[in-house]
């Protein structure tokens, strides 16, 4: 397999002479950009297999890169935005990022997500491996509609099951409270964020030891959730 | 009664007839009076008697007499009764404006006072009155009082005019006499502060100067009460911009050595790879890196500190709100401080019955890390951390509490303030954590506070009010 090739938009040098050490000590082929409108002429002639873009661009807002990328391409797209920003989180997940990392952020976090986003890719070509799950003590089997923790099989509701499979699809990259509803409830519920978190804090009193300090099922404040994957 | 009196006790009795009159009934009937006196004693009491002849001319004399005695008689009369009724308005007047004095010292704010002033003035005078003060713009503005009449263009203008030139003006005054109202600058010591439009019911209340005049007191009194209010109002802003002031010198003493500690242990760093990298064994250049890492880590917190107590500060503070369970949000703020919480033993009671909370859920995990980083600054490493949170009917409870030194006496409340720093671990934040606590749990109509414990320790403890109608509960699934 090829070295995987990422495209950066960024305007910050200092941000990204971080990175271009960073991903390419690990073997990327970085792309960089310094404005959304070179972003994307980029992100269409490099063909990467990840694209970063930083929320705060000097051009357009970063937003309405992901919409124009989301409007041909399927391409995994990392945010970067400041803490204290949820909102335009929330907003650049909806519209089609697929995950975030809060600045400041140590490389390690930026190179997890990437691996995830990776691994989602290369996942949706083959899907019938993606049979099983299994992080630290929780095991769910998809084929027989299983959930096991340690040895002891957990009985799940119907829409636990579901809540549990969705953020299992997405393992490892953050979703929102509306994907969620939109996913487990349907379209209709998505203004009830609450039965999100109502059915969140069930799962975890069925999957983990202690509920209030969660080990799996990871709470991102006034983003949505994270199922760990590492 | 001739004549058995003679003629010279006569005159007296007409004469005592004319004093009386004039003090009844003024000059007019008076003066009628002295005329027809001399005409009556001419016609019954002065040979030929019944005709008006004289028949002795030394006669003549005595009449000339008699009627200027008795003019100027009722001349004296009548303005000795108008002093009187002069004296005894303006003693009214004084009472009125003595009560009036009084009432302005007790008025606090400026439309109190207007409406004040405007109400004796209109008891007094019997007359309509206008306050008009400047506004942000400098344009003069009638305030709302009762008894106020609508402003014409000439009002207008000539109320600007009093204003601009310092004088009265209109009805009564060298300026535009003709006017229906008169305008009497309100003088402070340092400039006009505004004008006072009378309109009186009666068109001749100001024709002769001494109500004027006393109108004039009235007004420099208003005056006087206006400028003492804005004269507070401003040493009142005043007090809040030195306070402002000092706060901000504090803030940028506190956060230039704040920010010049970690960026000095980490430039110190830096330069020590730089220079000697090679030279330095493995651990030595490890444990630089970390230092750099976890100073960098400190400043961050530090400068999201700052931006949170200034958004708290400005009033910019928008709570999202929504529906949380609160075991939740602690574990989100228990996951970020994972791994300073490494080495501690950290114990969490939360009841699974425990109402759900309209919070923002981003600003109460922010008080939840900075109460626990409190903890993890302030006491022995791997000392024991317990978070529990309870119900009542009104509110939840949230408290955090430690096995640390405790808090000195006395400091219980002293800790929320800004820039206060706890020992031993002084200097190691802004002093903003707790403040800014305090500010999100106010926001969310809750209390915070905190307690020394009395097995050591201590514990923080905050409220969220449950307010506002619950969700609709959450369908079951079977």
Known sequence: ????????????????????????????????????????????????????????????????????????????????????????????????????????????????????????????????DDAAFTIGELRMDLLHRQVFVGDREVRLTPIEY??????????????????????????????????VRVYMAHLRHKLEAEPARPQYLLTEPGV??????? | MFPFFELANLIMTYLLAVVVIATRHGRGPSVVASVMSVAAFDFFFVPPYLTFAVADTQYLLTFAVMLVVGLVISGLTVRIRLQAEVA??????????????????????????????????????GAEVAVLLP????????????????????????????????????????????????????????????????RPRRRDAFTTPEPLRQLETFVNQTALALERTRLADEAQD????????????????????????????????????????ARLDQRVQQELVESVRDEAERLNRLVQNLLEMTRLESGALQLHRDWHPLEEVIGAALSRLAKRLANRRVTTQVPPDLPLVAIDDVLIEQVLVNLLDNAIKYTPPESPIRIIATATDQAVTVEVADHGPGLPRGEEDKVFEKFYRGQPA???????????????????????????????GVAFLFTLPLTGTPPASVPADA
Request: net charge neutral; aromatic share 4%; glycine share 10%.
């Open chain 1, 162 to 195: 579901k809540l549990l499979a969705t953020l299992v699809r997405h393992a490892g990259k953050v979703v929102t409270h509306q994907q969620l509803l939109r996913e487990v409830w349907g379209p209709t519920h998505t203004d009830q964020a609450h039965y």
């Open chain 2, 426 to 456: 002084g200097g190691r934040g802004a002093g903003l954590g707790l403040a800014i606590c305090q500010g999100i749990v106010q926001a969310h109509g809750g209390r915070i506070w905190a307690q020394n414990l009395p097995e050591g």
């Open chain 2, 135 to 198: 506004d942000a713009e400098g344009k003069l503005q009638a305030r709302r009082n009762k008894a106020r009449f609508p402003l014409e263009e000439n009002d207008l203008m000539l109320s600007r005019w009093a204003f601009e030139h310092r004088q009265p003006a209109g009805l009564g005054t060298a300026m535009s006499d003709a006017a229906h109202a008169v305008h009497l600058p309100l003088l402070g010591h340092r400039g006009p502060i505004g004008v006072v439009s009378v």
């Open chain 2, 88 to 125: 005894r308005q303006r003693e009214e007047r004084t009472a009125a404006l003595y009560a009036m004095s009084r009432e302005l010292a007790e008025a606090g704010a400026v439309d109190d006072l207007v409406a004040t002033a405007a109400r004796h003035i209109t008891e007094v005078f």
């Open chain 1, 224 to 230: 949505g959730y994270r199922l760990t994957t590492e």
């Open chain 2, 238 to 277: 005043a007090r809040v911009r030195a306070e402002t002031e000092r706060l901000r010198s504090a803030l940028l003493t506190s956060v230039s050595h704040d920010l010049r500690t970690p960026l000095a242990a980490i430039t110190g760093a830096a330069t020590t790879i730089l220079d000697s990298g």
């Open chain 1, 1 to 128: 397999m090829p070295d995987p090739v990422v495209v950066l938009i960024e305007d910050e040098p200092q941000i990204r002479r971080f990175l271009r050490a960073t991903l390419t000590g690990q073997g990327y082929r970085l792309f960089e950009a310094t404005t959304g409108a070179d972003g994307l002429v980029e992100v269409g002639s490099r063909q990467p297999d990840v694209v970063i873009v930083d929320l705060g661009l000097p051009d357009v807002d970063g937003i309405d890169v992901i919409r124009r990328l989301r409007e041909w391409t399927a391409v995994p797209i990392i945010v970067l935005s400041a803490r204290g920003q949820e909102r335009d989180k929330v907003t650049a997940l909806d519209a089609g990022a697929d995950d975030y990392v809060s600045k400041p952020f140590g490389a390690s976090e930026l190179l997890a997500r990437i691996r995830v986003a990776l691994r989602h890719t290369a996942g949706a070509s083959h899907e019938a």
